[in-house]
């Protein structure tokens, strides 16, 4: 069973820049889909990007297009998200997913594997 963690939340003003990190425990490839999720305070779980490990087009939610940018480094296991941009509305609790079938719908029902997650709290 693969762990995931995730690193890199924090606290930001709207308009500034985090990067998130999901270290796997071992090769993404083991595992076709990787990607983020968010669900902030009374909300929902909801997918944020997602992208096959072994090459194709990333997937984003609506909400974060061209503000976000998912990637992987194959040499260390790891997931990234570049958000830039960043607004009040983005704040939630950020979770990294593995092993999500189908992957550019990015329904949480369909993920198999969670991190912990990392907060991430956007002021005005």
């Known amino acids: 069973q693969v762990q995931l963690v995730e690193s890199g939340g924090g606290s930001v003003q709207a308009g500034g820049s985090l990067r998130l990190s999901c270290a796997a425990s071992e090769s993404m490839y083991s595992h076709n889909c990787m990607g983020w999720f968010r669900q902030a305070p009374g909300k929902e779980r909801e997918g944020v990007a997602t992208?096959?490990?072994?090459?194709?087009?990333?997937n984003y939610a609506d909400s974060v297009m061209g503000r976000f940018t998912i990637s992987q480094d194959d040499a260390k296991n790891t997931v990234y998200l570049q958000m830039n941009s960043l607004k009040p509305e983005d704040t939630a609790m950020y979770y990294c997913a593995a092993d999500i079938v189908p992957c550019r719908t990015m329904i949480p029902d369909s993920v198999i594997y969670w991190g912990q997650g990392t907060q991430v709290t956007v002021s005005s």
């Open positions: 992208m096959h490990t072994g090459g194709g087009g990333p």
